[in-house]
């Protein structure tokens, strides 16, 4: 897959939705940052990208009147206080269901991680977090009882998980 591709697919009219393209292009930036070294010209360049057309593409969906996950409640813009209220829960929840909650948004908002493999850590940046994909994530990391400190209520709403890691930034 190359924006090559990409782009005779749109023409072509092979994609059913603009967020079946959007999913190839994040394809395209994670292979470029997952094969490349970390710091190397090719991966900071990937990665730069990632962010740019995620600031792109989230400014045609408002544009359009859309949202990543279509016209839903959840598609409103999350406020500071639910931003902060997302980043200290990532702090209650086990380190799997943390995995979960970094794999997902690996997946579906790559803009929103920096990853450092010197340390084996991933920073979440709440900011850069698509509001469906907040929504999603913030009902996941809730139905884990991070809100309640309770125990953990195993509620996939995600996938299964990978490597967790640990900081958590809001603006």
Not at 21 to 31: P, S
Request: with cysteine; charged share 30%; proline share 2%.
């Amino acid at each position: 897959m190359d924006l090559g591709q990409v782009k005779r697919k749109i023409e072509n009219g092979k994609y059913s939705t603009i967020h079946d393209a959007a999913e190839d292009v994040r394809l395209i930036w994670k292979n470029c940052m997952q094969y490349n070294a970390d710091g190397s010209d090719f991966y900071i360049l990937a990665k730069n990208m990632s962010k740019k057309f995620e600031e792109k593409f989230t400014k045609l969906l408002k544009d359009q009147g859309s949202s990543a996950e279509g016209k839903s409640k959840n598609a409103t813009e999350p406020t500071l206080e639910e931003k902060r209220s997302f980043a200290r829960s990532l702090y209650k929840i086990s380190k799997v269901e943390l995995g979960i909650v970094i794999t997902e948004l690996d997946k579906k908002c790559p803009a929103a991680l920096t990853k450092n493999s010197a340390e084996d850590e991933v920073e979440i940046n709440v900011d850069h977090i698509s509001p469906a994909v907040f929504h999603e994530a913030m009902a996941y990391v809730k139905s884990c009882g991070a809100e309640s400190g309770t125990g953990r209520k195993k509620k996939s709403a995600y996938s299964s998980g990978s490597k967790p890691s640990k900081k958590a930034r809001s603006s």
